[in-house]
């Protein structure tokens, strides 16, 4: 097997796209091709309805080729991406462990990073084609706007300044929160193996702790950046009703587009949260038994 470089986040996630390219790339454009089908769904649904207020079943054909083309797109990718990324996580993990054990990390904490060696895997298998999806939400709402309403367009692109300055206090917050969970879940074997119930009891109510606090944050994020939302839904309603000749198929399609870009704001939270454990979890790797630095000029947007 080759060797995983696991001196930094960048280099571990480089290492391991090197030694596994070809299997992950296949993933990838069976992902893209499943997202492009999800794409053009609200275009047919739209079709449909107005194929079938003409008394026409050309929509309704093309819609039932769109989601059967969809449906096993998705499930031959669902099936080969568990394989690929079941192999390399065996592979990495093997790694950790014999590497950390070598350097006289105590088991306790080579437990708990081969455990949590599992989020490098997850960032290509979930979080990287949640990126694709998101660029695709994204992008592909406000390209297929364009050929229905392009002051819709405005209006989604308004949308970002809120959320970007939301999602960058949400990172430095969350990057803090995570480093604090890790230290806690690295101590988990020792606790356990005293067996004192108090100092156990006190281990589970502090995990339990930061849990809340990152639970609590991302819910204080999503909640001010939905009043935001609410904004453009009303507004793109408003404005694409009260035209002229507009069909009913059309209103269908143009508000799934605006609810399709919507939906790829609300991913970007979810991975600025992966993004600070992978930076976290990381410099636990290359700082064997060091206590980490997890003051305020580290940089959770920034990969190194």
């Known amino acids: 097997m080759p060797d995983i470089k696991l001196n930094s986040t960048k280099q571990i996630l480089t290492s391991l796209f090197k030694a596994y390219k070809w299997r992950i790339i296949a993933t990838y454009l069976l992902f893209n091709l499943e997202n492009l089908l999800r794409l053009i769904q609200p275009f047919t649904l739209g079709l449909a309805i107005n194929s079938l207020l003409s008394n026409s079943y050309f929509g309704i054909s093309a819609l039932v080729v769109q989601h059967l083309s969809y449906l096993l797109i998705g499930s031959l990718r669902q099936v080969y991406d568990t394989r690929t990324f079941t192999k390399i ?26 455990a949590l060696s599992r989020e490098f895997v997850d960032f290509f298998e979930h979080n990287f084609p949640l990126v694709i999806q998101s660029l695709y ?20 692109l308004l949308l970002i300044i809120p959320a970007s300055i ?8 969350s990057y803090l929160l995570n480093g604090k969970l890790n230290d ?21 109510k502090s995990v339990a702790s930061w849990r809340i606090k990152l639970s609590d944050i991302g819910a204080i994020n999503f909640s001010l950046m939905e009043l935001f939302i609410l904004s ?35 991913i970007v939270p979810f991975l600025v949260q992966q993004v600070s454990r992978l930076i976290d979890i990381s410099q ?21």
């Open 232 to 266: 453009l839904v009303v507004f793109s309603l408003i404005r694409y009703c009260n035209l002229s000749n507009v069909a009913a198929g059309d209103i269908y399609a143009t508000f799934n587009y605006v609810i399709t870009f919507i939906t790829g704001l609300d």
């Open 284 to 304: 636990r790797v290359q700082q064997p038994d060091n206590a980490l630095d997890n003051e305020e000029n580290n940089d959770p947007l920034k990969i190194i």
């Open 89 to 114: 996580y065996t592979h990495l993990a093997t790694q950790i462990v014999v590497d950390q054990r070598k350097s006289d990390v105590s088991v306790s904490k080579v437990v708990a990073r081969s």
């Open 184 to 204: 806690q879940i690295e101590n988990e074997v020792n606790v356990i193996e005293k067996g004192d119930f108090n100092s156990v009891e006190t281990h589970y």
């Open 166 to 173: 939301l999602n960058y206090f949400y990172s430095q917050k």
């Open 137 to 156: 939400s994204l992008i592909g709402a406000l390209v297929m706007l364009f050929f229905y309403d392009w002051v819709l367009i405005i209006f989604c």
